[in-house]
């Protein structure tokens, strides 16, 4: 059996950060999800989908994302169901994200531009630390270290080494 959500699409508000009484990180956003055909009109529509993450990623999302950051979901459908305060019966359907991954620079939607936590990347729970080294190595101006760079010589490369 197989259960497995693939989303990309827009955040349509602000993660809502909480913690559990034992003091895990959840954190819950709505992706708004562009469909592959138009309707009748010739406008697209999209799908509103709950997305729930947690521990360490939620605190990533709640701190990194906003309102209209595009993002990547990969994850699973999860239903469950509580009762409300009214006594009824309700049922959720989310999707449960093992990984987030940020599709564009911090504030790129509003037109600022990189800014401090610029670029693209995961911010899966084992992902954080790498995605640091690579943006602190953006900001401190070390784009052009390219150890695969034209300097005019021959690579000098086995066939041993090759993978293929």
């Known amino acids: 059996m197989l259960n497995r959500v693939v989303l990309v699409g827009r955040l349509t508000r602000d993660p809502e950060l909480r913690y559990t009484p034992n003091g895990v990180a959840v954190a819950n956003f709505t992706l708004a999800v562009n469909r592959t055909f138009s309707n009748k009109q010739g406008e697209r529509e999209a799908d509103f989908?709950?997305?729930?993450?947690?521990?360490?990623?939620?605190?990533?999302?709640?701190?990194?994302?906003?309102?209209?950051?595009?993002?990547?979901?990969?994850?699973?459908?999860?239903?469950?169901?509580?009762?409300?305060?009214?006594?009824?019966?309700?049922?959720?359907?989310?999707?449960?994200?093992?990984?987030?991954?940020?599709?564009?620079?911090?504030?790129?939607?509003?037109?600022?531009?990189?800014?401090?936590?610029?670029?693209?990347?995961?911010?899966?729970?084992?992902?954080?630390?790498?995605q640091q080294n690579t943006n602190q190595n953006r900001s401190s101006g070390n784009f052009n270290n390219d150890p695969f760079a034209n300097d005019g010589k021959p690579i000098d490369i086995s066939d041993d080494d090759l993978p293929f």
């Open 49 to 130: 989908i709950n997305c729930v993450v947690w521990q360490k990623p939620a605190e990533n999302v709640a701190n990194y994302l906003k309102k209209g950051s595009l993002a990547g979901v990969d994850g699973r459908i999860q239903t469950r169901s509580y009762d409300n305060n009214e006594g009824r019966r309700v049922f959720v359907t989310e999707v449960v994200a093992e990984s987030v991954q940020f599709l564009e620079p911090r504030g790129a939607n509003q037109g600022q531009g990189n800014e401090q936590f610029g670029g693209y990347g995961s911010m899966s729970d084992n992902d954080y630390g790498k």
